[in-house]
């Protein structure tokens, strides 16, 4: 973690003295968002219906398993989803580009690979989001559109925003970049259709104890907790399932590997986070933290011995197409487990828009609590 990625979770002398350049910020921040309420910039409404999926705070919060989950949960319902990305890590692209099977990371950018693969629905990718949703509306059969993140685009509309936060590191110091993690002040909460909390997973299922983990003393803050108070059930966590072995393609259950030594790869938001889930099921890792996006090389995933590899979905859309990749290296599937408060909250959500958009059901519920992502 970095210098200034650390000052986030303090006030420290970094993020005091970063402090005056956060008011500047903030106060860009409120003249856009006037701008585009004023009409002064224009917003792009769209004939489908967009839910974005995003979060306040720089780094990984878990928003792209849950965007995969709740196109799974709707499209069992009845509805027809497509996403939207900016593609970030792929080809910048200033037209809306729609994935294919033959899409890698580089061409699209690794998170929209992997939702592509782990949903089969419509995906487009573009730098201006709401021309990406202009192209599913018109060369697709979608009638609803989910954004993975695009909470600051505000030239592409909306009807429902969903918040994801991250339970264990929060919302920081509560501060505005540079000097905190924040690209949002925490009142944008209030405007959220729904708020979702990550928990760290642990093997137990019994909601109560899930319950009972602290969350970060940000989320306790007088004026946060007061956002917060409706959501703090709304909690779901990341289950790691399987191991499928890159070389092979071959499954194996997750729990052969406890006990073992491994050797954890992660260039995800929160490499942390990945690394704590591994340990919670017992496995003996050996962490190896990556950035965000990282092009990986055989070199990030070789290593004397013949200990496991274990890397997250993201990582496998890149080190699937590297040409002699170590036959150690598995991608650690999961699933998302989704709290009663937050599955009753998203059956909600998807009702409303049911009826705003004259959608049919094709049963009284969105599907099961646990939905596989491998």
Known sequence: MRRIERSWQTRNWLSCLLWPVSMIYGLLLGVRQLAYRSGICRVNSSELPVVVIGN?????TGKTPLCAELVKRFQQAGWRPAIVSRGYGGKRRQTPHRLSADDTATTAGDEPVMLYRQTGVPVCVCIDRAA???????????????SDDGVQHLSMGRVAE?????????LGNLWLLPAGPLRQPTRHLAAAELVAIQLPYRESTDEAQVQTRKLHHSLLHSATWKLLAPSQDQTFELVPTLAVNLATGRSTELASFVGRRVHAVAGIGHPQRFFDALQAMGILVEPHALPDHHVFTLQDVSFPGEAPVLVTAKDAVKLASLVGLPSTVHEVGTRVRLSSALELAIDDLERSLRQRFHQHPVSEGTGAREVENL
């Open 56 to 60: 306040l705070s720089v780094g990984g």
């Open 132 to 146: 990406a949703v202009a192209h599913i509306a018109r060369y697709s059969d979608a009638d609803i559109v989910f």
């Open 162 to 170: 969903i918040i994801v936060i991250d339970g264990k590191r929060g």
